[in-house]
């Protein structure tokens, strides 16, 4: 289970999260490690909290970085069309 918490005071924006990641062994035991980054920040005035798929995430993240994020009408549709899909 992922926790992110988004906090707000004058002057300060911040997403916190746990860094757990888990899944079940072979054998059928749940293993895990504290090791996965689940917020960041992708450009100025944008932070991201992320859960579920990594692959998808990467997927997201990647779209953005590739994004020309001056271009507010062309960085949307292309937001827009990953996540229809």
């Known amino acids: 289970m992922t926790y992110i918490i988004g906090y707000k005071q004058p002057g300060i924006n911040t997403i916190i999260s746990d860094m757990r990641v888990s899944w079940k062994a072979a054998n059928g035991s749940g293993l895990g490690r504290n090791t996965a980054l689940k ?32 271009e507010r009408a062309v960085c949307s549709a292309r937001f827009s069309a990953f996540l229809r899909r």
């Open 39 to 70: 917020t960041g920040y992708l450009f100025p005035g944008c932070f991201f909290g992320r859960l579920g798929s990594a692959e998808h995430s990467r997927e997201f993240i990647c779209a953005v970085c590739a994004s020309n994020l001056s």
